[in-house]
């Protein structure tokens, strides 16, 4: 069982940075990839991106490329969302998660174990 809570979102203007951070329960954290996932208001969850459990590969969706970046530190079972160069279309609930298998690149969010219960992150224009 993995408990993970999210936290750093909130209020910023277009063009600016943000980071939200994913703070993980347990003792087998390197195990699990972890991704983060957003929502936006009446639309279906959306993948934004995922790091391999040694945190040696990184995937994300192609709305987010170059602007984003994950990280994470097993020491510490937390994983991290930069956020920069930010769009109000990135306005969303954004929910760290964590799975055991599957295949790269962890796009599919119904494949997802475990979850967060999201942190929201809004982009004035």
């Known amino acids: 069982q993995v408990q993970l809570v999210e936290s750093g979102g909130g209020l910023v203007q277009a063009g600016g940075s943000l980071r939200v951070s994913c703070a993980a329960s347990?003792?087998?954290?390197?195990?699990?990839?972890m991704g983060w996932l957003r929502q936006a208001p009446g639309k279906e969850h959306e993948f934004v991106g995922a790091?391999?459990?040694?945190?040696?590969?990184?995937y994300y969706a192609d709305s987010v490329k170059g602007r984003f970046a994950i990280s994470r530190d097993n020491a510490k079972n937390t994983v991290y969302l930069q956020m920069n160069s930010l769009k109000p279309e990135d306005t969303a609930v954004y929910y760290c998660?964590?799975?055991?298998?599957?295949?790269?690149?962890?796009?599919?969010?119904?494949?997802?174990?475990?979850w967060g219960q999201g942190t929201q992150v809004t982009v004035s224009s």
């Open positions: 790091i391999t459990g040694s945190g040696g590969i990184t």
């Open positions: 347990g003792r087998t954290f390197s195990k699990y990839v």
């Open positions: 998660a964590a799975r055991r298998y599957g295949n790269p690149p962890y796009t599919n969010y119904a494949e997802y174990n475990y």
